[in-house]
């Protein structure tokens, strides 16, 4: 609300409390023409006449507030305590008109949809002959498709909204209601009434496994970005991850991209590749989904697939003049192809190019403090020795300074000894036990800090390669989530989960700190960033996890922040199996 316009409303307020009404009725009249956009003084003219038993005034200003609020429904309470007294007080012909004036308003579209929805969900009971049409839509699928298509088909959407309600309300689910639910389900999720849906779904799900309820519970839970109910239906029905049929498994691959469980959603691929072997349709969407995840390599195999079963399917038996065009579309589509190869290697080198130069940036900057720091002191100490003021405390002084700025020195570069060293062993090695090992070698410096440890899943993962160098990864994390820890207060808990598919270990390394922000979830893996206390923290130059990017990168792996996961910092490492 502006000034001026606060400032009328601040004098009808007052004149209201001293009871001068009419200058209050004036002054609001008044300001609806100054303030015409300004649906305050449409509530308060319409409270007054209500006051004063003008109904008809009353019901139009209120029509007037509702269509001035647009989208900020944080005044709607004021319309539902208003229709609750003009329903016991104006008689039928004003509720009518005031009823007929929405509805008409509803379905020309001047209302926002939030607002229409409230609207119903207000009113949906108040036309008893509509309520009564309801119950005969509502007794079959068939009925209740033809009602529906018949609103739609005269863009009666208050119709259909108002049934949408009634039958979150009245109707009864059961066996043999089956598929009229299902239909009244895909109705609401149609017209967006989501919360609405699942909660019909939960219904539907109470007496059928049927995998399109199933499906329409994940479903609608993506649209609304919140899989909570879909994660408690998981837990009392866990084997429904197991099912194969490729409705299902499609909407596992959102839910799993949502989790950050990267093992089940290549599961969930692979289980989708299986029914993508007969049928194009499922070809492109899995190729899509290869594409959306950066696997092109699957996808330009896929591609290859879907080429295959056109042949099968439609034999490529065309006329020669069709040839040229073939040949033409397999060149465009090759070049599209290899451009999303080459985009995708383009981004990694672009990406390392950044790194590198990030390094040089930093490492100028860190190596270039103490050698300032030396130069200043050897300048000083020249200075002293050309005027004779030199002494054995100014030369001890100066050696203590060198020798410390070159331990800095030294400390710098011994941190990226993992990554550089020419020194390092290659075997093949368990991944796990390094794990548990580093895990009891840091067990006295976490228990000083009181932090609980757990170390689940598989027990055997081999690689090939120096597991000195796979130890500091998980000494790298280690120490930040113990940085991240020590001053928090009560339960401090480190989990590791480790889990394998086919050939890919992936390990969830999870901290119940305050987390990663989303803000740098991107730039933390970059060189001497930091958002460390250099005073408290060991290290604090922003290189551990710089260091975990590239060891794994020699591995074949990678590591990134799983952005969904609510309970602190988890880290989604994959490492592929060695030879």
Not at 76 to 81: G, H, I, V, Y
Not at 492 to 518: A, E, M, W, Y
Request: aromatic fraction near 12%; charge should be neutral.
């Amino acid at each position: 609300m502006q000034k001026d316009e606060y400032q009328a409303s601040k004098e009808i307020r007052a004149y209201r409390w001293q009871g001068q009404i009419d200058k209050a009725l004036a002054l609001t009249e008044q300001a609806r023409e100054r303030f015409p956009d300004a649906a305050y003084f449409d509530r308060i003219l319409g409270d007054i006449a209500m006051s004063r038993g003008e109904y008809d005034v009353a019901g139009s200003a209120y029509v007037g507030f509702l269509t001035k609020i647009g989208e900020d429904l944080k005044h709607f309470q004021s319309f539902e305590t208003f229709w609750s007294r003009y329903v016991e007080n104006a008689g039928q012909q004003n509720c009518e008109t005031v009823y007929r004036e929405i509805v008409a308003r509803v379905n020309k579209g001047q209302f926002a949809d939030a607002l229409r929805r409230k609207l119903a969900a207000v009113l949906f009971e108040y036309d008893k002959k509509q309520c009564d049409s309801y119950r005969k839509v509502e007794q079959s699928p068939e009925k209740l498709s033809n009602g529906i298509n018949e609103w739609e088909g005269i863009e009666d959407i208050w119709k259909i909204y108002c049934f949408l309600f009634w039958e979150a309300k009245y109707s009864v689910h059961e066996k043999v209601t089956y598929p009229r639910d299902i239909k009244l389900i895909a109705v609401m999720e149609k017209h967006g009434f989501y919360e609405m849906a699942i909660s019909i779904t939960e219904a539907v799900l109470e007496y059928s496994k049927n995998e399109v309820a199933i499906r329409a519970l994940f479903r609608l839970c993506r649209k609304i970005d919140d899989y909570t109910r879909a994660d408690l239906y998981l837990e009392g029905h866990p084997e429904i991850r197991q099912r194969d049929g490729f409705n299902i498994q499609y909407e596992f691959v959102y839910y799993y991209l949502k989790k950050g469980d990267e093992a089940s959603l290549l599961d969930t691929l692979k289980k989708i590749r299986r029914s993508a072997e007969g049928s194009i349709p499922i070809s492109k969407t899995l190729q899509n989904f290869y594409v959306k995840l950066g696997m092109i390599d699957d996808a330009v195999e896929m591609r290859d697939h879907i080429g295959q079963l056109v042949k099968r399917t439609k034999g490529y038996e065309r006329p020669d003049a069709n040839v040229k065009g073939t040949e033409e579309e397999r060149e465009t589509e090759e070049v599209f192809w290899n451009t999303i190869k080459d985009m995708v290697s383009e981004q990694e080198h672009n990406r390392q190019l950044i790194a590198i130069k990030e390094l040089l940036k930093g490492f100028s900057h860190e190596l270039g403090q103490p050698i300032t720091n030396i130069r200043y002191g050897v300048q000083l100490y020249q200075m002293k020795l050309e005027r004779k003021l030199d002494d054995r405390e100014s030369l001890d002084t100066l050696l203590e300074n060198i020798l410390s700025q070159t331990i800095r020195v030294n400390r710098l570069l011994k941190r990226f000894a993992p990554i550089v060293s020419s020194k390092s062993v290659n075997t093949r090695f368990n991944c796990i036990d390094c794990i548990k090992f580093v895990f009891q070698d840091m067990q006295m410096r976490l228990e000083s800090i009181g932090i609980e440890t757990q170390i689940r899943g598989v027990k055997e993962f081999m690689v090939y390669g120096d597991s000195l160098q796979f130890e500091q990864v998980i000494y790298n994390l280690i120490s930040n989530s113990a940085d991240e820890l020590r001053d928090k207060d009560g339960e401090k808990k480190i989990t590791v989960q480790c889990n394998v598919n086919d050939s890919l270990l992936s390990i969830h390394f999870r901290d119940n700190g305050r987390g990663v922000p989303r803000n740098i979830e991107n730039k933390i893996f970059n060189p001497f960033y930091s958002t460390k206390d250099k005073e408290k923290s060991d290290g604090g130059e922003g290189l551990g996890l710089y260091i975990v990017w590239n060891i794994l990168k020699m591995y074949g792996g990678k590591i990134r922040v799983n952005s969904s996961y609510k309970g602190g910092a988890e880290f989604l490492i994959q490492i592929p199996k060695g030879e």
